[in-house]
């Protein structure tokens, strides 16, 4: 053995007291500008004063190192929080998807969709088919009687029903009838109440017009018998065939029905026509005309 020096002695004293390095922690010096900025500035658990008021300021600051429990706790935080966060935003899209849904499935609304539609479709027919009534009464038929021609004239006496004895009377005539359609959109269907020829008030003779039915812009002649069979006269006409002048009436009536839109849509016409002439003995057995000799009241 070796006597030590003193200077070796020292330092062998000095590394024995010096701690090792791994147990050495290190150390941070941060310079704050003023007493001002410090007061404004935080720090963490790890950093501590040092130095006196009238110096600058030094802090001595050490790592710090988080245990696995708070990183941990953060993580979890974080989590709860994004997860919170999710949920609202989910929350709030199914909230808004069943106020939409909810608004869809209204059955009023649909109830309010039919009946305007409804309503539409009735208020359009409804126009369209005033529009189409109101013009075919621009369209009214033309009815024109033609003529008469008187086949058989017969008076001889006789006695009525109750058997009073009369002169009695036998007619047998034919009256031609012109008919026209002036439409093109629709047919129209005429029926006709009774011909009827009469002399004063004496009814003479009559006769039934078959119903036809005229095409659109069509026209039709109509020959119908006017006829009578053993009227008795009681005294209300005198004549004598060789002088025979008798002034007659001649009443036709013609109901005309068009269907412009089936069944659905329908217009009348009512045709009233009066033919006043003189039966003369020269005329028989020529026809009669009566184009000059009608008037029509519709």
Not at 38 to 60: A, R, T
Not at 115 to 131: M, P, Q, R
Not at 255 to 261: E, F, G, M, N, Q
Not at 269 to 283: E, M, P, V
Request: overall charge positive; proline content about 6%; aromatic content about 10%.
């Amino acid at each position: 053995m070796h006597a030590k020096t003193d200077s070796e002695a020292t330092s062998i004293d000095a590394a024995a007291l010096s701690p090792p390095r791994s147990a050495i922690r290190p150390l941070y010096y941060v310079q704050s500008p003023s007493n001002h900025d410090v007061e404004k500035m935080s720090f963490g658990s790890g950093c501590s004063l040092m130095g006196s008021p009238s110096h600058p300021h030094y802090y001595h600051c050490s790592p710090i190192h988080h245990s696995r429990e708070s990183s941990t706790s953060r993580f979890s935080d974080r989590a709860l929080l994004s997860y919170k966060s999710i949920r609202e935003r989910r929350r709030y899209i199914n909230d808004g998807d069943d106020k939409s849904e909810g608004g869809d499935d209204d059955p009023f609304r649909n109830v309010r969709l039919y009946a305007w539609l409804l309503l539409s479709v009735v208020f359009l027919f409804t126009v369209f088919s005033l529009i189409l009534w109101g013009a075919s009464k621009h369209y009214p038929p033309k009815v024109v009687v033609k003529g008469m021609l008187v086949r058989n004239l017969n008076v001889q006496a006789g006695n009525d029903l109750s058997g009073v004895p009369t002169d009695m009377l036998s007619l047998n005539s034919t009256v031609r009838i012109f008919y026209r359609n002036p439409s093109n959109f629709y047919a129209v269907h005429v029926t006709a109440s009774p011909l009827l020829l009469h002399y004063s008030n004496l009814l003479l003779s009559s006769g039934e017009m078959n119903k036809f039915t005229v095409a659109r812009h069509g026209e039709r002649n109509v020959m119908t018998v006017v006829q009578g069979h053993q009227i008795p006269l009681y005294g209300g006409v005198s004549f004598h065939l060789d002088t025979l002048s008798l002034p007659l009436n001649l009443t036709l009536v013609l109901h005309t029905k068009a269907y412009i839109l089936g069944r659905l849509v329908t217009s009348k016409f009512y045709t009233r026509i009066i033919c006043s002439f003189t039966l003369n003995a020269d005329h028989l057995p020529k026809p009669i005309s009566l184009l000059r000799s009608c008037k029509d009241y519709h």
